[in-house]
């Protein structure tokens, strides 16, 4: 799935609590992708200005890519390492981090939305995982239906949020 999709579904279910608790949802659900490729990004501003201005498109091939990015991407995208840090965290602060489930959805949203053909989603990492040859996010009518359906999810709690408004006013 796509950063902002990924973003936008992680920061859905904190709306209702508050602008801080949403932004965070939000950037958890986005961190995967951002751990793995962000530093690329930033140090290829090329990359970004040809994408921009249309002179490529689609992913970056594998052979620009620089091993780190493979690395990041399996630990990133590994629901044994998020296991791991959610455990941790809950050990640590006492009751479960519930936002750090964004980064989880993250995951579990990626397995059924790549193929293997560009960076098939390691769920089992460090453990061999049987990847799944999903549908790729960038599929026209896939795209279409993803953010209609986020559309929806954001109106559905728009309107909740009215109607538990003008029934507590009554």
Not at 83 to 105: K, N, V, Y
Not at 124 to 138: C, D, R, V
Not at 143 to 151: G, K, S, V
Request: hydrophobic fraction near 50%; charge should be positive.
């Amino acid at each position: 799935m796509d950063v902002l999709a990924h973003g936008l579904w992680g920061g859905v279910g904190f709306y209702p609590k508050g602008s801080r608790k949403f932004a965070a949802a939000f950037g958890l659900g986005m961190a995967p992708d951002l751990l793995s490729f962000g530093l690329f990004h930033v140090t290829r501003p090329d990359w970004i200005s040809q994408r921009i201005l249309g002179k490529v498109s689609g992913p970056p091939p594998f052979a620009i890519l620089p091993d780190y990015v493979f690395q990041a991407y399996n630990i990133t995208h590994s629901l044994i390492v998020w296991s791991a840090l959610f455990a941790l965290l809950w050990a640590i602060r006492r009751h479960p981090p519930w936002i750090f489930l964004a980064w989880g959805l993250h995951i579990l949203c990626d397995i059924p939305t790549h193929t293997s053909a560009y960076f098939p989603t390691p769920y089992l990492w460090p453990f061999t995982t049987p990847f799944i040859e999903g549908i790729s996010w960038a599929t026209g009518w896939f795209m279409a239906t993803n953010y209609t359906a986020i559309l929806l999810a954001y109106l559905g709690l728009f309107a909740f949020r009215r109607i538990a408004t003008t029934r507590l006013s009554h």
